[in-house]
């Protein structure tokens, strides 16, 4: 064969993809709608180590000299730029194209998330400002955009992680990562997209599953009321229609649909409803010319019905004892830090948990996105939602201010999903002082919480620091079990096992709730030649045998303390230099998977019914 007909043959047997979009799925999919545009991709952008953009004129800038690959932050490799020191502000610019389809309608821009304080602007006009590290949040831009033009995007994001002030998580207030600190996320970390509405299209629901009523409750918000539209709300089980109800369009007005033959979600049997909504203009509305409805918005969604509530120091899925069986998740990546690579690396890392014997993860120090709690509910995974409360003074009157509208926006946003059964706002929150400032603090996260989602248990500080809990949580990272089990021994009129044992006085006294033990193992299994720069809870274990018999021993430590009815173990993977996980950092395994489920599947789920 002739060399030229040979490298023809060699090269047509290879094709060439085009580079996808990063994170191309739709970003709300409880709320889903067709007319959007993701806007993630090549980005410019330029650090601001002075934070004088402002002073240069940067809002007006139609581009930086350097790229960034969007929605991973700057610190990230997934991101092109893996830069990891501190950056106290970033400036990001790209052009975006108004579709001419979109004439006369609403239209938003929204961020997943941007860490921490953003300023956005069009065309050097500012159309909103946004301050936390993992809430969601839109702008109004449209009397800023014309459709069938392209205009000029701006984001300017300020990051002061060490000022206090700010929920920062696990990222590390040091140059480098150590200890349970890792690297920081600054700026865009979440999807960013726009989206057209009709001006009176619906804004949001609350939907409440009344599995004791048989019934599912949705109570609407409008982007502006007008009580000549219609609602048709539909609930399908697969294609067939359960129930359906047509409404006047009313903010607040609740939507009763009844559920007959009412199939439950749990995580055994995830079974999800699918939800429509639809609103429409009366012909009457329309005018004379208008003789059929006008369809002016549609959104799709699902729901699970189920329910979560404690009593009697048990808690209860659907009415029925349950023993959580959670594993502690942070939510790192090797290569996207908090962002994860791809939507299908959110669903594995669920799969692996649910392989080796969890039924939930306490999601921690960090606000998941919400891809992340839509697998969640379509694979059957209780979730424990959670801030990223670390870097906050919790005695900071300013730092509660900052704390409680995030907080907000996180459970609103999240409400909706069924595997969250458990609101925990706080982690260890040790350094609390007797000064009146934390105990109102807590006080008014946890009423803050209540008013907005009443529907679900409140964990108010995991591992104590309690002052109005509906969950007594406690971390114990002792490694022997018969200590474990004299830790967990209720005495009569004795406090049990707290971690704060010396503020009694002025914290919350335990008063009957659940008691669960929200962080225990960490059992280090760490290659001899990481060791020198790896960490896990206790002495370093050499046989793979100990490490086996250590937590099957911890396991059933817990299953014999009578008043311990959940547990979270400590942790689903390890996190850069914390290798304490079931899993290695880049999710290859450690263990048999089998092995481990045998022994985490010592307490079954319905343990606590059996009793």
């Given at each position: 064969m002739k060399p030229l007909l040979s490298l023809l043959l060699l090269l047509s047997s290879f094709s060439y993809a085009a580079p996808t979009q990063p994170r191309a799925e739709y970003p709300r999919p409880q709320f889903e709608r067709n007319d959007w545009v993701n806007l993630n991709g090549t980005w410019t952008y330029s650090f601001d180590f002075g934070r004088t953009g402002r002073e240069r004129n940067w809002q007006q800038s139609a581009g930086f000299p350097n790229t960034i690959l969007v929605p991973f932050c700057p610190e990230s490799r997934l991101s092109g730029v893996a830069y990891t020191d501190f950056i106290p502000s970033i400036?990001?610019?790209?052009?975006?194209?108004?579709?001419?389809?979109?004439?006369g309608k609403k239209i938003l821009l929204h961020f997943g998330a941007v860490d921490y304080e953003s300023h956005i602007f069009i065309d050097g006009n500012i159309v909103g400002s946004h301050y936390g590290s993992g809430s969601s949040f839109t702008c109004d831009i449209t009397k800023f955009v014309q459709a069938g033009r392209e205009h000029n995007l701006v984001v300017q994001v300020i990051d002061n992680?060490?000022?206090?002030?700010?929920?920062g998580g696990k990222q590390s207030t040091l140059l480098n990562s150590y200890g349970c600190m890792y690297t920081r996320t600054t700026g865009i970390?979440?999807?960013?997209?726009?989206?057209?509405?009709?001006?009176?299209?619906?804004?949001?629901?609350?939907a409440v599953p009344d599995i004791d009523q048989q019934q599912l409750v949705i109570t609407p918000r409008y982007y502006q009321e007008n009580p000549d539209n219609q609602l048709t709300v539909t609930l399908y089980d697969g294609k067939k229609v359960v129930a359906q109800k047509r409404v006047p369009c009313s903010n607040g007005a609740a939507i009763v649909l009844p559920v007959k033959?009412?199939?439950?979600?749990?995580?055994?049997?995830?079974?999800?409803?699918?939800?429509t909504y639809k609103v429409t203009k009366n012909a009457h509305s329309i005018g004379k010319n208008g003789n059929k409805e006008q369809v002016i918005d549609e959104v799709r969604s699902y729901a699970g019905m189920r329910k979560a509530h404690v009593a009697n120091g048990l808690f209860y899925l659907n009415n029925k004892p349950y023993y959580q069986r959670l594993v502690l998740d942070q939510g790192f990546y090797?290569?996207?830090?908090?962002?994860?690579p791809s939507d299908e690396a959110l669903r594995r890392d669920i799969e692996l948990a649910k392989n080796v014997g969890f039924n939930g993860a306490r999601l921690h120090q960090k606000s998941f996105e919400e891809r992340y709690y839509y697998w969640a509910d379509h694979l059957g995974y209780l979730t424990w939602g959670e801030s990223a409360s670390w870097g906050l003074d919790e005695n900071s009157d300013l730092s509660a201010r900052n704390f409680l509208s995030e907080w907000a926006e996180l459970i609103e946003r999240d409400r909706n999903h069924p595997s969250i059964v458990t609101w925990t706002p706080f982690n260890e929150t040790w350094g609390c002082q007797n000064t009146g400032v934390y105990t109102r603090f807590i006080?008014?996260?946890?009423?803050?919480?209540?008013a907005i989602d009443p529907t679900r248990p409140v964990n108010d500080v995991s591992g104590d620091g309690h002052v109005m809990t509906d969950i007594w949580s406690v971390h114990d990272y002792e490694r022997d079990s018969l200590q474990l089990t004299l830790h967990f021994t209720f005495e009569p009129g004795k406090e049990p096992y707290r971690n704060q044992p010396s503020k009694t006085e002025w914290l919350a006294k335990y008063d009957g709730q659940p008691y669960i033990v929200d962080e225990f193992g960490g059992l280090p299994w760490i290659p001899q030649e990481e060791r020198a720069n790896s960490w896990g809870y206790g002495e370093n274990i050499d046989s793979i045998e100990e490490f086996y018999n250590l937590l099957e021993k911890q396991v059933d430590a817990l299953k014999a303390s009578e008043h311990v009815v959940g547990f979270c173990y400590t942790q689903i993977t390890d996190v850069e230099q914390e290798k304490n996980g079931i899993y290695r950092f880049d999710r290859s395994p450690k263990f048999d998977a089998a092995r481990l489920r045998a022994i985490f599947e010592r307490i079954p789920s319905n343990y606590l019914e059996r009793r």
């Open positions: 400036w990001y610019q790209r052009k975006i194209a108004i579709s001419s389809a979109w004439t992680l060490r000022d206090g002030h700010q929920t970390w979440q999807t960013v997209w726009l989206e057209a509405v009709h001006a009176e299209a619906l804004q949001s629901v609350f033959g009412m199939k439950l979600w749990s995580p055994e049997q995830p079974f999800l409803y699918q939800l090797p290569d996207g830090i908090w962002t994860a006080k008014d996260v946890y009423t803050l919480t209540k």
